[in-house]
């Protein structure tokens, strides 16, 4: 992540930070790329849980798969 990037998240964050937020819950699968950053960035603003509904979402499609698939699972991910 380069310091443009952190740059970025601070000024998108900093509503937050004014707000007095606790805790900022991440609703996009691809946030966890930035999960790093994020938790850095947001703790130096006082929030002390960042929540990413990544893991949940592959939970969910997981047993969708499962329940509704051919019996076949296959994952694949970025690695992030």
């Known amino acids: 992540v380069s310091p443009r990037d952190v740059r970025r998240i601070s000024l998108m ?3 937050l930070r004014d707000f007095g937020a606790d805790t ?3 609703g996009c699968t691809h946030f966890p790329s930035l999960l790093r950053t ?20 592959a939970s969910a499609l997981l047993c969708e798969c ?3 698939g051919t019996g076949r699972t296959e994952i694949i ?4």
């Open 13 to 15: 964050l900093s509503p």
């Open 24 to 26: 900022l819950v991440l």
């Open 38 to 57: 994020v938790r850095s960035v947001s703790s130096g603003f006082g929030i002390k849980n960042v929540v990413s509904s990544a893991e949940a979402a």
């Open 66 to 68: 499962r329940e509704c």
């Open 77 to 80: 991910d970025t690695g992030a």
